[in-house]
C-alpha cells in the first residue's frame, strides 16, 4: 500500500517539469525567511546579555562588535535603536522573503496543477468507450475537479509548509543543543509524544478521507443525473423522489464530515495541550535555571521564543499529515485514471479503401461475464448499398455498429469484420471513425448554436453545404422559424428542441461529414411517417456512392433497403429483400403484419 501511495505521488510529481524551479526558489525564499525569524531572538538576547547586563555572548557579537566599533558597548548602550534597526531590517527582509517564497510556490502549484488537468482530460479522451460505460460520469468530473483541486490546495500551501516545519523544528533545537543541553533534552522530550499521537491519526484520518470522497462522487452522479434528466424527472413527477434520493446521499456526505471534524478536533485539542505543556515546561525550568545563574536571562527569552517556535510547527505537524492523507486518496484516485490504458493502433495500421465490401464473418461478441449479444454472425454489406437491420430489444443491432466503428474491440478467436478484404483492427482508429458518419437514437447536441453543431465534424462547411443537409434532412424549415435562425443556441443537451428535431440535426451533422459509410441506429424514430418517408428519399437522391445502413423498429423505415437482416436474439434469423422477407412468412412478416393493422387501427 505505501509503495502504491509513494508511486502516485512521484507520478504526480512528474507533471511539475518545468515548473521545479519555482519550487526550489520557493524553498530558497523561505529558508530565508526562517533564518531571519531565527536571528531576530538572538539580536534580542545579545542585546539584553552584552549590551545592558554587560555578559559575553557568543552569537552574533562579531557583527555587533564592528557596529559598537563607532563608539563601544558604552557607545552602543546610548544608541540602542541601532538593535532596533537591525531588528526591522530583518523583519523587512523576512517580509519580502515570505512575498517572493508565494509566488514562486503559486507558480509551481498553478503550473503543475495545469499540467495535470489537460493531462487528465485528454488522457480521458482517449480512454475506450467501454471505460466510459462502466465509469459513472459524476464520479470522473469530481476527480478531474475537486481531487484535483485537493491536489493545488496542498501544493500551493503544504509543500512549502512542510519544508518550513522541518526547519523550524531541527534549527531551533541545533541552536538550544548549544546553549544549554539538559534544557533542550527536555523540549525534546516532547517531539516523539506529537509524532506517535499524529501517525496514528494520520492513519484514521486517510481512511475517513476516503470515505468522505467516494460519498462525494456518489453526491456528484445523483445531482448530474437529475439534470441530464430533468424532462423525465418531470414528466413522471419524481421531484419527491429525488429530493429524497439526493437528501439520502447528501446526509451520508454530511455526517462523514462531521465524523472527520471530531477526529480533527481531539487531534487539534490533544496538540494544544501537548505543546502547552511543553512550553509551560521550559518557563518553569528555564525560570529556575535563571534564578540560580544557570543560564543568563538572555538565553532564556531565547529558550521560551524558541520554544514557541516549535510548539507551533509541532502542532501544525498534524495538520500537515492530515492534509496529506487527503492528497494521497485524491492522488491515487486521480491517477486509477491516468494509469488506464488509452486506445492505441498496431505499429502496422493502415488506411484501407472504405468505399468497399463489408463482411462480418463468424462475429461473436458478449460485453463482459454475460452471454453472447451476437452469435456466430456472417453477412456481407455491398458497397454503394443501402443495408437495413431489423430486430427486437436486445437483438444485437447496434453491438453490430459499435464493433463497425470500433467502439468495442472485436476480441481475437470472435470473427472478424472486414472492409475491402482488410480487417478493421488493422485500420487506424481515427481514420475509421472519420469515415464512418454516425447518427444515434438518442443524438447528443452541445450548448451553442445549429450551425456549430452541424458544422462539428467539417468546421470549414460552407453556409450553403449546411443548409443543403438540413434541408436533406428535412429540418432547415423548422431552423428558419426560430427568430435567430442558424444562430439559435439549442441549449445544454439540445433542450430547447423537440426529439424529432434534435435528430434531424443530428442527421445534417453526419450528412456534412460526406463520409463513404453512413449508420443510422433507429434515428428516425422521433420523427412521423410523413417526415420519414421525406429523409430517405432525400438521402437516396443525395447519398451518392456511399453506403448507408439502417437500423430501425419501423419496417416502413427499411422496406426500401437492397438488403434487410433479420436479427434475433444475438442471431441472423433471415436475410433478403423486402418482398423475399414478406414471401418467407418468418418473422419479419409477423412484424410487418402487426406494424401495418396497428397502423390502419390508428388511422
Not at 531572538?41 to 549590551?51: A, E, K, Q
Not at 429524497?244 to 462531521?258: D, I, P, Q, T
Request: with cysteine; proline share 2%; glycine share 8%.
Amino acid at each position: 500500500m505505501e509503495n502504491k501511495e509513494n508511486s502516485n505521488l512521484k507520478m504526480i510529481y512528474g507533471y511539475s517539469k518545468g515548473y521545479r524551479k519555482f519550487m526550489f526558489s520557493s524553498a530558497a525564499a523561505t529558508v530565508v525567511r526562517v533564518g531571519t525569524g531565527f536571528i531576530t531572538p538572538l539580536v534580542i538576547s545579545f542585546t539584553v546579555d552584552s549590551v545592558i547586563d554587560d555578559l559575553p555572548y557568543r552569537f552574533f557579537a562579531p557583527i555587533m562588535n564592528l557596529i559598537a566599533m563607532a563608539g563601544g558597548r558604552e557607545g552602543l548602550r546610548q544608541n540602542l535603536w541601532i538593535c532596533a534597526v537591525f531588528v526591522l531590517s530583518l523583519a523587512l527582509i523576512t517580509s519580502l522573503s515570505d512575498y517572493a517564497g508565494r509566488i514562486s510556490i503559486a507558480k509551481f502549484a498553478e503550473g503543475t496543477v495545469k499540467t495535470i488537468r489537460n493531462s487528465i482530460f485528454g488522457h480521458i479522451q482517449n480512454l475506450p468507450y467501454s471505460w466510459h460505460i462502466k465509469n459513472q460520469t459524476g464520479e470522473i468530473i469530481q476527480r478531474a475537479t475537486s481531487d484535483v483541486e485537493v491536489l493545488r490546495n496542498f501544493i500551493s500551501t503544504q509543500v512549502s509548509e512542510m519544508f518550513r516545519t522541518s526547519m523550524l523544528v531541527s534549527v531551533p533545537l541545533f541552536i538550544l543543543f548549544s546553549m544549554n543541553f539538559k534544557m533542550t533534552m527536555v523540549v525534546l522530550a516532547f517531539v516523539p509524544v506529537v509524532v506517535l499521537y499524529s501517525s496514528i491519526f494520520y492513519g484514521i484520518l486517510s481512511r475517513k478521507f476516503q470515505d468522505a470522497d467516494e460519498a462525494e462522487g456518489e453526491l456528484f452522479t445523483a445531482t448530474q443525473e437529475n439534470l441530464t434528466g430533468v424532462r423525465v424527472v418531470r414528466a413522471f413527477g419524481r421531484e419527491k423522489y429525488e429530493i429524497e434520493k439526493f437528501s439520502e446521499k447528501n446526509l451520508r456526505f454530511s455526517n462523514l464530515w462531521v465524523k472527520l471534524g471530531y477526529q480533527l478536533g481531539y487531534y487539534w485539542g490533544i496538540g494544544d495541550l501537548v505543546t502547552g505543556l511543553m512550553v509551560a515546561t521550559i518557563v518553569v525550568i528555564g525560570s529556575m535555571a535563571a534564578v540560580n545563574g544557570e543560564i543568563t536571562l538572555g538565553n532564556f527569552l531565547v529558550f521560551v521564543s524558541y520554544t514557541s517556535m516549535i510548539a507551533w510547527p509541532l502542532r501544525s505537524f498534524g495538520r500537515i499529515l492530515g492534509e496529506l492523507s487527503k492528497t494521497k486518496v485524491s492522488a491515487q484516485r486521480i491517477c486509477e485514471i491516468l494509469r488506464e490504458s488509452e486506445e492505441s493502433d498496431s505499429p502496422d495500421s493502415v488506411e484501407a479503401d472504405m468505399n468497399a465490401d463489408i463482411e462480418y464473418k463468424n462475429v461473436t461478441f458478449r460485453y463482459d461475464e454475460g452471454g453472447p449479444v451476437l452469435d456466430d454472425v456472417s453477412f456481407i454489406i455491398k458497397a454503394g448499398t443501402t443495408f437495413a437491420v431489423l430486430g427486437g430489444t436486445g437483438s444485437g443491432k447496434t453491438t453490430l455498429l459499435h464493433l463497425l466503428n470500433r467502439l468495442y474491440d472485436l476480441p481475437e478467436g470472435c470473427g472478424t469484420i472486414s472492409i475491402g478484404g482488410v480487417d478493421i483492427r488493422k485500420i487506424k482508429r481515427e481514420y475509421l471513425r472519420k469515415n464512418i458518419g454516425m447518427v444515434m437514437q438518442e443524438p447528443f447536441l452541445f450548448s451553442r448554436s445549429i450551425h456549430d453543431n452541424i458544422t462539428i465534424a467539417n468546421s470549414d462547411a460552407s453556409m450553403e453545404e449546411v443548409k443543403e443537409a438540413a434541408n436533406i434532412a428535412q429540418v432547415d424549415d423548422a431552423i428558419e422559424e426560430f427568430s435567430k435562425g442558424y444562430d439559435t443556441i439549442v441549449g445544454e443537451r439540445g433542450i430547447t428542441l423537440s426529439g424529432g428535431q434534435k435528430q434531424r440535426v443530428a442527421i445534417a451533422r453526419m450528412l456534412l461529414q460526406k463520409t463513404p459509410i453512413m449508420i443510422f441506429d433507429d434515428s428516425l424514430s422521433a420523427v412521423d411517417s410523413e417526415t420519414d418517408a421525406k429523409i430517405r428519399e432525400a438521402l437516396k437522391k443525395s447519398k451518392r456512392s456511399s453506403t448507408v445502413i439502417l437500423i430501425s423498429h419501423r419496417i416502413t423505415t427499411l422496406m426500401q433497403a437492397d438488403a434487410i437482416l433479420v436479427l434475433d436474439k444475438g442471431k441472423i434469423a433471415d436475410m433478403g429483400t423486402h418482398e423475399e422477407l414478406i414471401n418467407r412468412n418468418g418473422i419479419y412478416r409477423d412484424i410487418y403484419d402487426v406494424q401495418m393493422n396497428l397502423s390502419e387501427d390508428i388511422g
